[in-house]
């Protein structure tokens, strides 16, 4: 893929979790909008399908394959072009895993405790009275380690995701500091692409479209199976004749999804006229059909030839890795796996890393109160904190800030104060020292 612009290609990451079977939910809040930003100019997009994750989710495999077959063929039928964008399987990139447990060997386990989905089943355990680990796999608390190396691999700029993925780029940044600070500057830190302005669309009950509801309309479900699922979309009793509210109808938020603006309007004052129901579900069958039509037939055409789309995988994962491979032989020089004939001067480097160490100073002040502040190798003050009534407190926060770096300090919020002129990088930089040194 080629660029008009002399500036470099911003490179945008996006995985697929191989659970499931993609709905219209998915379609609008993911798929559709993806595959338009995949044909920007200045971007390089990299897609893929993210099978290792899915086996934290799910232990049967015939359903892993399925879904991956599913998942593949119905981004490639709403338009993704695998000759423009780099479209793989995370599991046959074996640099992807290798990666992991590089970094690995850098994240501080208090980083790792801190996980959503890790937290979540730990309070639902202790909320049962239960073990706080039990049924928690090494492969959910590690989770954030390989969405990491997912990132990282491929020095993503920019990875899109909704609010609650956050942490998740935040551990990722975290982690490309710790390794670049004690084996040089290898690795991006990417940034997260907040999409604010995701659709989020109802499902048959009103409630989210999630296949945890079991309230999913297939994205390429057959023609009358779409007609019927249409038509079981709850509806309030007003009858035909009735204005009807569009605030909160499933259905007008559907259709709006799916709809131009003046169709959507057209749909609005139908509601204030009394439409019927049956009628404005035969609206929304034959809108949706209208762009969901020409797709289903080269979904079907795909998923009748699987070896199609094997075929187009691999020659995804032969341009990922070509990227992959020479970058992970870089990566494994700069840690020291090595061939034995290669020499480097890291003895210095390593004597460097130590003795220029950054610093927490703890002290109590006139109003009695105790206070901390984080100080780099050169003595300039980089963070203050405000002031505690126990210096347990301190040691506490302290701590979590040695363990967790820049996730921690995101999270204290109006604990601390950066000094002025330290630019944020600068500070999670310093940060990550500790857990460096603690590995």
Known sequence: MTSTSSAPLQRFLTGITTTGT????????????????????????????????????CGDPARIQRSTLEIAASWLAAG?????????????????????????CVTGKGVLNRAHAYKASVDKNEAAGNDPDADVTAGLFMYPVLMGADILMFKAHKVPVGR??????????????????????????PEAAIEESVALLPGLDGRKMSKSYDNTIPLFTPRDQLRKLIAGIVTDSRAPGEAKDTEGSALFQIYQAFAKESETAAL?????DGIGWGDAKQMLFERIDQEVAPMRERYQDLIAHPQEIEKLLQAGAAKARAVAAPFMGELRRAVGLRNLGFSAPVAAKSKAIKTAAPAFKQYREKDGR????????????????????????????????????????????????????IAQDELATALAFFGISQA
């Open 22 to 57: 993609p709905h219209l939910g998915n379609f609008v809040g993911s798929i559709r909008p993806s595959v338009a930003a995949s044909r920007l100019p200045g971007v390089q997009s990299f897609y893929f399908l993210a099978d290792y994750h899915a086996l934290i989710k």
């Open 80 to 104: 993704l072009d695998p000759e423009r964008v780099m479209f793989y399987r995370q599991s046959d990139i074996p640099e992807i895993t290798e990666l992991t447990w590089l970094l690995t």
């Open 164 to 189: 609650d993925q956050i942490q998740h780029i935040e551990m990722a940044r975290d982690m490309a500091q710790r390794f670049n600070h004690l084996y040089g500057d290898h690795l991006v830190l």
């Open 268 to 272: 609005r004052q139908a509601y204030a």
């Open 370 to 421: 105790f206070y901390f502040k984080l100080l780099d190798a050169e003595g300039r003050l980089l963070l203050r904190s405000r002031g505690f009534e126990d210096p347990k407190e301190v040691a506490l926060v302290i701590s979590s800030l040695q363990q967790g770096g820049a996730v921690a300090l995101t999270a204290m919020g109006n604990m601390l104060e950066t000094a002025p002129g």
